[in-house]
C-alpha cells in the first residue's frame, strides 16, 4: 500500500521556524524524486520544494525550491528511515498553506520536479499558519 504521513504543522508566529516530516511506506518509499507542495486557500497548490536522489552510493540529492523560500527553507531525505523533512525559517503570513508531500517522476536522473503535473502520489496534508 502506497503511503505518505505527514506531520510537524501547526501555528507560528512571523519569523519562527517549523519542521515537517513525511513518512514514506509502501511503493512510496524508495522512489527517486520527491517534493513539499503547498495549497492556501482559493490558491493552486504549488511547488515549494523538491529533492532527486542518486540512492547508488554515494548517495547524492539535488535540491530545488520555489524562489520565495530560497534561503529560509530546507529539503531533505533520510533514505534509511524513509522520511521527507522540510525545515521552515523565517515563516510568513504568505507561508499559510495546507502543506503535501509528495513522490514524482522524475524529469532526469538529477531533476526533481516543482509542478504538480508529475505527481504520482500525495500525501494528506498538514497545516501550516503564520500570524501574529
Known amino acids: 500500500q502506497v503511503q505518505l504521513v505527514e506531520s510537524g504543522g501547526g501555528s507560528v508566529q512571523p519569523g519562527g521556524s517549523l519542521r515537517l516530516s513525511c513518512a514514506a511506506s509502501?511503493?512510496?518509499?524508495?522512489?527517486?524524486?520527491m517534493g513539499w507542495f503547498r495549497q492556501a486557500p482559493g490558491k493552486e497548490r504549488e511547488g515549494v520544494a523538491a529533492i532527486a536522489t542518486i540512492a547508488t552510493p554515494p548517495v547524492t540529492h539535488y535540491t530545488y525550491y520555489t524562489d520565495s523560500v530560497k534561503g529560509r527553507f530546507t529539503i531533505s531525505r533520510d533514505n534509511a528511515k524513509n522520511t521527507l523533512d522540510l525545515q521552515m525559517h523565517n515563516l510568513k503570513p504568505e507561508d499559510t498553506a495546507t502543506y503535501y508531500c509528495?513522490?514524482?517522476?522524475?524529469?532526469?536522473?538529477?531533476?526533481?520536479?516543482?509542478?504538480?503535473?508529475?505527481?504520482?502520489?500525495w500525501g494528506q496534508g498538514t497545516q501550516v499558519t503564520v500570524s501574529s
Open positions: 509502501g511503493y512510496a518509499s524508495g522512489r527517486a524524486c
Open positions: 509528495a513522490t514524482s517522476q522524475c524529469l532526469g536522473p538529477t531533476r526533481a520536479p516543482l509542478s504538480a503535473t508529475y505527481v504520482s502520489t
